[in-house]
């Protein structure tokens, strides 16, 4: 058991960049990134003006990095 954890931590060493460049350039991933953003900022920031709405939600996606890689 010990061997095979050994053998995925290594693996997960080994491509975790790799999958972390996948994953921000997934338009998929700021789909998503956006969608909760834009939720967030519905259910904490009273924003009424759309336009601000949509740049603080930009900006706190922007905000977001992954891991260390």
Same mark, same amino acid.
């Given at each position: 058991?010990? #061997?095979?954890?050994? +053998?995925?931590?290594? &693996?997960?060493?080994?491509?975790? %960049? @790799? =999958? +972390? %460049?996948?994953?921000? @350039?997934?338009? /998929?991933? =700021? @789909?998503?990134?956006?969608?909760? #953003?834009?939720?967030?900022? $519905? ?7 759309? @336009?601000? /709405?949509? $740049? &603080? +939600?930009?900006? &706190?996606?922007? #905000? ?6």
């Amino acid at each position: 058991m010990f #061997s095979q954890t050994k +053998a995925l931590d290594l &693996l997960k060493d080994g491509f975790k %960049t @790799e =999958f +972390a %460049t996948k994953v921000f @350039e997934d338009e /998929r991933f =700021f @789909e998503l990134l956006m969608d909760m #953003s834009v939720d967030f900022v $519905d259910e904490n920031i009273p924003i009424v003006d759309d @336009e601000v /709405r949509h $740049d &603080l +939600a930009l900006l &706190l996606c922007e #905000s977001i990095k992954l891991g260390n890689f």
